[in-house]
Structure formats: C-alpha cells, structure tokens
C-alpha cells in the first residue's frame, strides 16, 4: 500500500459552461496531493457513473451551477449504485441554494461546498472520507 | 485478489477497474492475479502514442478508438499523465479529450499517474496493459508524453509505437534531439490543417531518410544526385525493412484516421508476416525481465541492511569522506550473504 492515492473524479454534469470552479477544485486537489480525473463539461450522469467506474475513485465530485442540481444529483447517485458503486461518496461543490442542503444530504451527498468554502476544507473533507472508507473496508 | 481475476475473466469492468487500482498500489497479493491471468494474454494488439505536449495524442486516440469500433474491434485505452513532483497530486484530463467514446460498452479507459518512481511506473503500465488484454479488448492504446525515459519506454512496450508531432513545435533538430524518431514505427502530423504541417513532414521525411536505421541501406538523395548509402545492414533485416511512415491527420475532425489506421494495419501485417514480431516480443521481454530483476534485487537489498546504514554512508559522503560509487560497495559488503 506503499503507493495508494487518493483518486477524485471532478464532473460537470449538465449544461452549464462554467468550469472555473471545477478548475479550481481540481488543483487544488492536485495540490493536496490527490489524483484528479477530471472530465470535462456537459457530462451526462451516465457518462459519470461509467467515469466513476472506470477510473476506480474514491470520490465523486459535481461541480454544478446551472440549478438543475435537484434532478442532476439524485440521477447520479442513482447510475453510481447502478454501477455497483454504492460506497463511492458524492461531494457537491457550486451554486446550491440552503434550502436544498437537507434533501441533498438525504440523497446521500456528503458534503455540499458553495462559494467561499476553503480549498483546504475540501480536500480535508475528501481525504476524512476515504479513511473512514478505508476503515471500513478492513473491518 | 484470484476471485478479482476470475471476475475480469468473466467481464466485470468494475473487477478490472480495481485490478488496475491494486496495480497501480502495488497492492500485497496482486501477483497472484496477474499470474492467474497472463495465461489469457497475448491477444490484444498493443499500441504505444506518444509525443509532446499539446501535440494531440489523446484526440488521436479518441478519434483512432472510434475507427476501431466502427469496424467492431473493442479498445482498451490507459492514458498516462505526469505526477507533480512537488504535491505528488496529478490532474488526469485525457478523458475531456474522449467524450465520444463514453457510454460505450465496447471502450475502457483508464487514466494512470506517472506516481513516484521510475521502475514503478513501468511495471505498472505492462501489469495495466496486461489486465486490458486478459479482459478481451481487440486493441489496447496506451497514451503518454513522451516527455522522460519511463514513458517513451512505455510506449515502446508495445507492438506499434505512434509518435505524434506537430506544425510549429521546434524545428528538425528538436526532433532528432528529443530521440523519437528512432522509436516510431508511424510518425503522425497531427493539426495537420494548421500552418507549417507541409514543412514538418518534409522535415520529418528527411530526418526519417538520414537518421532511422531502416532507411540506411536505400538510396539517398544527396545534392540532387542519388546515392547509395554506406551503412551496413545485418541480412536479416534486410529482407524486410521498415520504413516509418508519415501521417497527416486532423484528430479533432477525423481528418486522416483512414490512413493512420491503414499504417498501423500495414505495420501490424509487416510484423506478422517474418520474424519481427517474435524478435519484438522476445526483446521487450528480456527488457521487462531485467527491470524486474533490478527492481527485486533493490527492494531485498533496502530490506536487508540495517536501518541506518544507507543514511549514515549519505552522511560519509556529504563530508567528502568518501565517494558515492565507494559508499555502495561497503553496503554491498554489508548484504548478509556476502
């Protein structure tokens, strides 16, 4: 295990054009030490859950700021358990109104980050993630 | 880790995808399965894509793999990108490049980071490309930047190198200083549309004329005039020679693909067709079996000195006390065994 990384997989899903953010993100992750696929915009959740699969990751993350992240996320969440990844965790990162915070945390997302959220609290987030995953996989 | 390699077997993709991980962590038992699984090796055809940076080389793929599957061949892809030696983080983006490929069954890619060492990363792209093989894909493209001798040595470790080049990167020199010609088997002009893409081919060809050591026992135009040249060649490889030839595609359009995959075909069949592809396969072997070798030996000797030794010679050293080819003879002579 001398080599393990952490694998992210940073995804926009949707229309929208604005990839700054998962820019950001996915440097920042690079700075943190961590490995990031990254995939570009306008993914389907298909095409995410299949990346996810794929690329083995640790950790799903969408970037999303067009507003459709009520219908986006519960469809990714979905695809991932379709693809048998039940115990890969969602982190979601841009424009998400407070209001939706709880029935995306019910759907299973393990952290919502909007604007002004520390790189450095991200990556810690990530990195607490996989270890209790971790964790959890030698028991 | 078997019960892993049975499922890959049987086609589970999310088996596969862990195998690659367990690869890539050097995973504790993950011999076993690649023992298990390189009886069903050997099938897939393994082609190497390298070049510089912004060269092109994952839209080639992305545009190559789907010419493949349009003629029903299925494609394994393991694309390499370059840790960052300061964080040890990387950003794997091929897969932005091959959107079109998504969502097909058919098309497995897997994104690796060069990780930390040297020997590592090598190993762990002929295990990566070995478990692409034993899971059935037809075609196995194994992308990196040929930036460092890793990975022109992984491009290497393949059935046909790809060497892909550019208009308005450096002129001839540059292509003879980085060594890629030497291991091209097709060399490609990608963003053949833009400016300059007529003067790198011919430049291309010439280099390809002087410097490849297929192209020495032709006739070289010299001055205008031809001329044989004088380079021997050792009779075997005279029967059949391979010239590498020049490409020009514009991946991001499909511009081309038609003829670079005619070019890998007819390589393929060159390779099949006398000794070269048992002579290929034999050299990469004896060449994998030496890293392994040194990586093993390596690895037992760290494990058998004592703790210290290594750090303490270091300091011998620094101090000017002793020279660094001296210090390894002592921890040669401090081995058990010897």
Known sequence: MSNRAIRVLIAKPGLDGHDRGAKVIARALRDAGMEVIYTGLRQTPEMIAEAALQEDVDVVGLSILSGAHMALVPRVRQMLNQNGLEDVPLVVGGIIPDDDHAPLMALGVSAIFGPGASTEDIAAHIRSLVEARAGGEMA | ?338
């Open chain 2, 1 to 338: 880790m078997i019960e892993l390699a049975q499922r890959l077997i049987a086609g589970d993709r999310r088996a596969l995808a862990r195998l690659l991980s367990h690869v890539e962590n050097e995973r504790e038992g993950v011999e076993q399965a690649l023992a298990v699984l390189f009886a069903h090796t050997g099938r897939a055809y393994v082609v190497g894509v390298t070049g510089a940076p912004g060269t092109g080389k994952s839209s080639l793929v992305n545009a190559l793999a789907k010419a493949c599957r349009a003629r029903g061949q299925t494609v394994g892809i393991l694309a390499v990108d370059p840790t960052s030696p300061f964080t040890g983080g990387a950003i794997l983006g091929d897969r932005i490049r091959m959107r079109d490929l998504a969502g097909d069954g058919g098309v497995f890619i897997r994104s690796m980071a060069t990780r930390g060492s040297l020997g590592g990363l090598a190993r762990a792209a002929r295990d990566a490309v070995r478990l692409l093989d034993a899971a059935g894909f037809d075609l196995v493209l194994v992308e990196t930047v040929g930036a460092g001798q890793s990975e022109v040595e992984i491009a290497r470790a393949a059935h046909t190198t790809l060497v892909v080049e550019a208009p308005g990167l450096g002129d001839d020199v540059q292509a003879i200083k980085a060594g890629m010609l030497e291991i091209a088997d097709v060399l490609v002009v990608n963003k053949a549309d833009r400016p300059g893409a007529v003067n790198t081919v011919r430049a291309l060809k010439a280099m390809l004329e002087l410097g490849h050591p297929a192209a020495r026992s032709q006739m070289i135009s010299h001055h205008g005039r031809l001329m044989p040249a004088a380079a021997p060649v050792n009779g075997e490889e005279n029967a059949a020679l391979w010239i590498p030839p020049v490409v020009q595609t514009v991946a991001t359009e499909d511009q081309g693909i038609g003829e670079l995959l005619a070019a890998l075909d007819a390589h393929r069949a060159y390779l099949a067709g006398g000794e070269a592809l048992a002579r290929r396969e034999r050299e990469q072997i004896a060449i994998e079996l030496t890293d392994r070798l040194r990586d093993t030996l390596l690895a037992e000797a760290l494990a058998a000195l004592p703790p210290a030794a290594l750090a303490a010679l270091a300091e011998q050293v620094q101090a000017r006390e002793l020279d660094p080819q001296g210090a390894v003879q002592r921890l040669l002579a401090a081995l058990p065994g010897r």
